[in-house]
């Protein structure tokens, strides 16, 4: 079997050690994985191995002895099979350019291997099990009717074919003085072979095989799930060299390269659009279904699909520094990472099992010997005690569901970066909000006007404010395009910038000033009453948090506008749900004013308004509020990140932005809040699914290990609770997977 190295990067304990990257096939459960990181690490070099079951991936420095990592692996049926994905090995040619069509093509070539792998391992099990079970069922209709030495020779057959692996790793163990769940069945199986107890042993072995089947059947499954939302990656480009398209791995694309991208192709890497025009579905990076159209000098992301057009894309970013290898990266990384209930499980497996072993020690020798009872009914009881106690379901009870609720996030563009996180977004009581581009779209518009001269007002505001970058003259002219949308408006002359009041010019001779209500002062007629009038009339719009926009010309007022920043469609939605889904708070913090926050919290329906506050202050207002209840913070990304970093969860709404990213523990890649109730739903149902798993599987061992006080567990009794633990683990696990979101998708 080749291996191939794979990504070499930066580990973060060790600076300027590199580390490679595994893909590992037949990780029976997470206690082995343990184990089996433990020992690697004691090999020279290994210190800092890591080796994860929920991602079945081993990283390890380039210097460890492979060999006796292979035959460590090898001692629990696991093995290495592939290299990691594409998006892996273009990190890794970021650090040895000069093989990277080579590492690219073996990636490529790796998949298949390690899907064939996979499946093989998977086939042969069920093929064993099956014919264990024909032998089983022989054997139990010859027994009686044939030698006994045929009944037990046709058992231990259909026992070795379906528990050989479990036997060795066991004896393996035992040698070694290691209680895990492999050294429970191997003494208890033997035990029962030893009192002569050949159907129930058999039985053991044989469902205990269709367990760990079971076991793998839903990891894998979560995991495949995960796998191909990392396929999203492109594996080649078109580049134009000259004007001809030459294909190249992604993992040779610099800044400035120019790509063709025909309808169907991914885009292989973050840039802009150099020419053609079309529909581009950015799925893979925000989950939204729905394509969005781009013209030329609009920006794309890298795994996106050119639907209907052929676009020409100048690449701003090599592949390893775009949006798709960072979600890549980090989603693979999230899966790695331990929350505390999986740190506690592990802890507790750690203890349990020898535990069990000694009480099972217990209830085999004390009765015999201290209250004369029979040695053979408590030494069965015993063994049965060793199979009720293994403690696959509640290992299990964690990793899957995780893994399935990372998984469903993400493809629905939501970025968990660890199951810490997603716990943490589940046990949310209270979100806060920064105001403007997260609640607000972060651009005014007009909410209000007053017009006091009907021939003159229109023409002289969309006459100055036509050719102003100014964000409020933007609004006001988007709001005139409504307004008057056949209208030209003339080109006013003698232009003139006052600053922080406004601008003035001639128009067809007369003066006249646009902008704040400080442009009143430059009024020489009309009487005192009408503009007491006006004053009023402004005022009672900055009472309602409005920025006014006024135009006036020497001889009185012409009108004005009110402008607020606009609130965004879906967060009224969003707020709703959020209640609905639990949050018992939701609080906007804001630099500005208190009317016009509190204008945007009526709107919105947030249940708390902290407005005025300086960055600094808005820090101290987050760990005043993370103090009382679990708070999580949502902001755009950029001019957040200390208060994102002050609550119990960050949560960066950024479309992609580097800067969301890195900073928060919760990434929405939209430009939206629609999907953040959804995804703390999700984070609730996982956080329950745990909690049922922990508890379910707990519950049917208690209740099995009562019925040895009157002495009723058997064999039988056993691996059917152990079973039955282990299948509804698993399929609740699998379950987050199952259903759809409801969504709060603005309206374009």
Known sequence: MGIQKSQVKRSPETKGSSFVEYRVQGLSCPNCTREMQEEIQKLKHGDNARLSYNSGKLTVSPHVDLARVESILKSDGARIVQAPSSSQAASSRHHHSDHGATDHEHDSRDHGHAHDHAQDGTRRMKWLLGISAALYLLTFLLEGRTIQPVVITLYAGAMLLSGYTTFLRGLRNLARFKFNMDTLMTVALVGAVIIGEWREATLVAILFGLNELLE??????????????????????ELLRDGEPVLVPIGTLKPGDVVRVRPGEKIPSDGTIAYGAGAVNEAAITGESV??????????????????????????KAYEDSSLAKIMHLVQEAQDSKTPTELFIDKFAKYYTPAIMIIALGVALIPPLLLNQPWMTWIYQGLSILIVGCPCSLVLSSPIA????????ARNGILIKGGIHLEQLGRLEAIAFDKTGTLTKGEPAVYAETVYDQDRFYAVVGAIEQASLHPLAKAVMKH????????????????????GEGVRARINGQLYWVGSEDVLSHIRGGSRDDLSAVKADIAHLKAQGYTIVAAVSEDGVLGHFGLADEIRTETADVVRKLHEAGITE?????????????????QSGVTRVFASLLPEQKVSKIKELSSRRTTGMVGDGINDAPALAAADLGIAMGKGTDSAIETADVVLMQDHLGKLPGAIRTARRVNRIIQWNIGISLSLKAIALLLTIPGWLTLWIAIISDMGATIVVTLLGLSILLGKDRESIPEN
């Open 586 to 602: 939701t609080i906007m913090l804001t630099g500005d004013h208190e009317q016009s926050a509190q204008s945007i919290a009526k």
């Open 480 to 499: 005139l395009e409504i307004k008057q949308p056949q209208c030209t408006f003339r080109d006013p002359q003698d232009i003139t910038v006052l600053p």
């Open 216 to 237: 793998g059947y839903g990891m894998n499954r979560a995991r495949q799930s995960m796998e191909a939302l990392l396929a999203a990656a492109p594996k080649e480009a």
């Open 402 to 409: 995780l893994v399935s609720g990372m998984t469903r996030a």
């Open 291 to 316: 394509p969005v159209t781009k013209r030329v000098g609009d920006a794309v992301f890298g795994g996106s699909v050119s639907t209907d057009g052929v676009l020409h894309i100048a690449i701003s």
